[in-house]
Nanobody, 120 residues
Framework: DQLVESGGGSVEAGGSLILSCEAS?????LGWFRQAPGKEREGVATINAYHTQRYTDSVRGRFTISKDTAKNILYLEMNDLRPDDTATYYC??????????????????WGKGTLVTIAS
């Protein structure tokens, strides 16, 4: 399985970006994670085969995770971006059927990441 992210870039605070991730095959659980400079990787959002979405508290109401199942493409729409959203964003996939929590433990495949920079 391969995951390829795109859509990163630099925007001003309050702006928006949409990230995309193309997967080479179907996965039960898909998610976005991020790692800011000097910090540990954290979960952002996940979506399962039934389109059930989960979010970490800091992005709920600002970010939306979605997917195009027919094309195996995952999206992350990010609005009202803040400087502390600056990070490398990673797409991840989990093949096992389960809760699809916003946790690295639910994932077994990772993309290489795309950088998002928010200017204040």
């Amino acid at each position: 399985d391969q995951l390829v992210e795109s859509g990163g870039g630099s925007v001003e605070a309050g702006g928006s970006l949409i990230l995309s991730c193309e997967a080479s095959r179907y996965n039960y659980c898909l998610g976005w994670f991020r790692q800011a400079p000097g910090k540990e990787r954290e979960g952002v959002a996940t979506i399962n085969a039934y389109h059930t979405q989960r979010y970490t508290d800091s992005v709920r109401g600002r970010f939306t995770i979605s997917k195009d199942t027919a094309k195996n493409i995952l999206y992350l729409e990010m609005n009202d971006l803040r400087p502390d959203d600056t990070a490398t964003y990673y797409c991840a996939a989990g093949s096992a059927v389960g809760p699809c929590l916003v946790s690295s433990e639910a994932m077994d495949t990772w993309g290489k990441g795309t950088l998002v920079t928010i200017a204040s």
